[in-house]
């Protein structure tokens, strides 16, 4: 497999949910082509524009991102409400929890990381433009990069261009340099590691 996976935004298909009530575009899926029952982790862009329940995942762990809006999610076990706007940090919890979202400001848009508790760990972090470069270094794992923004990315002295929402997949070790000179450039960062 090549070390740098370029997955552009246009090349996305929306998909179903799991439950039927919305829909999502993967951005990666591991080991490509596995389906909700069979996937060890997977990245994804969901629109949520009403209120409902999310799609349970037992054994499946979820990091999500709110990449534009303001979005409500209320957990049945926890009785307890968080808000998430696209400044809050990425939030982790069990998919097997009945979770109810509801966008508060429209539709909302965020990235979903899940991955099999038994199989996989990772660690998301939003990238925010500041020294101009940003100089990122990845584990050995593999890290999905997507960017927020057009985006310059440099690996091992080759370039690639990214459009907003294209995504990257970097499957060794190598520093990454991205060009991230305006205040409004930013990226997600998803680092998985196999437990």
């Given amino acids: ?21 919305g829909t999502t575009a993967e951005v990666y899926v591991h080991p490509p ?6 996937f ?6 969901a629109d949520v524009a009403a209120a409902g329940p999310f799609s349970r995942f037992p ?6 991102t709110v990449l534009d809006g303001e979005l409500a999610l209320t957990f049945e076990d ?7 706007t696209a400044r809050s940090d990425p939030y982790g919890f069990a998919g097997d929890l009945p979770c109810h979202g509801e966008p508060l400001t429209g539709t909302v848009r965020d990235l979903n990381v899940m991955m099999r508790r038994a199989k996989w760990s990772a660690r998301v972090e939003r990238l925010r433009a500041g020294r101009g470069l940003e100089e990122l270094r990845h584990d050995a794992g593999p890290t999905v990069l997507v960017a927020g ?4 990315m440099e690996v ?30 930013w990226a997600i960062c998803t680092r998985l590691t196999p437990r």
């Fill in 59 to 64: 054994g499946v762990d979820r990091i999500l």
């Fill in 78 to 84: 926890a009785d307890s409400r968080r808000v998430l």
């Fill in 33 to 38: 082509g596995s389906g909700y029952d069979d």
């Fill in 149 to 152: 923004s057009p985006l310059r």
């Fill in 156 to 185: 091992q002295g080759r370039v690639w261009m990214l459009a907003p929402m294209d995504a990257v997949l970097l499957t060794n070790g190598s520093a990454v340099s991205l060009g991230m000179h305006r205040v409004r450039d």
């Fill in 1 to 21: 497999m090549n070390d740098v996976v370029v997955l552009r935004a246009a090349e996305r298909r929306a998909q179903p949910w799991k439950n039927g009530g």
């Fill in 40 to 45: 060890e982790w997977r990245v994804s862009i």
